[in-house]
């Protein structure tokens, strides 16, 4: 199976903390990467788990449970500029990188 | 600055004329891709490439070409454009399994 969930929008306030689920089916799993997309913009890269656990890169952090088939991005200090759009990616290992259907993160004042 | 360089940026044209979109990036990177992206469906991969003069189908192949002469460069080719091929697409290119950089996007209209 190829197929990637999570949720398609999520909303918070500034300085708060959200985390966005992603589940993925196993067959030809090499990692778990995320990227935020802004409106009108490229996709661009925030992180990769190749390993079970926690990866801190300032106010985000990706989480990778590879028994549970399951990721998590957490994005702390939410300001109004981290609204954008959220993939997950499952690398199968063989450049096929196959993409979540996104998660919608809006960030109200 | 590492860079991925699409052009064009918006294209319009009718159904089945030829069109070609450029993809170039300037970090010596083996891996490079093609995706379009729809809305609720995410970002589909078309065509990737390992290496020079090797490529190969991703999941939304049907309808494009690609080709890969130098590392440098891989255009995705659209022989004959239909109005499902409406879309934004996206080239990319990584040298390794974690970062992939991604060129602006093409918006492209088939009429």
């Known amino acids: 199976g190829q197929s990637l969930e999570q949720p398609s929008e999520v909303t918070a306030v500034e300085g708060a903390i959200v985390q966005i689920n992603c589940t993925y089916q196993?067959?030809?799993?090499?990692?778990l990467s995320w990227y935020q997309q802004h409106d009108g913009g490229a996709p661009t890269f925030l992180s990769y788990?190749?390993?079970?656990g926690l990866e801190e890169t300032g106010r985000f952090s990706s989480f990778l449970s590879r028994s549970d088939s399951y990721g998590y991005l957490l994005l702390q200090e939410l300001q109004m500029k981290d609204s954008a759009s959220y993939f997950c990616a499952r690398d199968t290992g063989f450049q096929k990188l196959v993409f979540g259907t996104g998660t919608r993160l809006l960030v109200s004042p | 600055e590492a860079q991925v360089t699409q052009n064009p940026r918006y294209l319009i044209t009718v159904t089945g004329k030829k069109l070609t979109v450029t993809c170039s990036q300037n970090m010596n990177h083996e891996y490079m891709s093609w995706y379009r992206q729809d809305p609720g469906l995410g970002l589909r991969q078309i065509y990737y490439s390992m290496n020079v003069e090797v490529t190969d189908k991703g999941d939304v192949p049907e309808g494009y070409k690609v080709s890969r002469k130098e590392k440098r460069n891989f255009p995705l080719i659209l022989e004959s454009p239909s109005p499902n091929q409406t879309s934004l697409y996206f080239c990319a290119s990584r040298e390794s399994a974690d970062i992939q950089y991604f060129g602006a996007g093409t918006r492209l209209s088939v009429l």
């Open positions: 788990n190749a390993l079970d």
């Open positions: 196993t067959s030809g799993f090499y990692g």
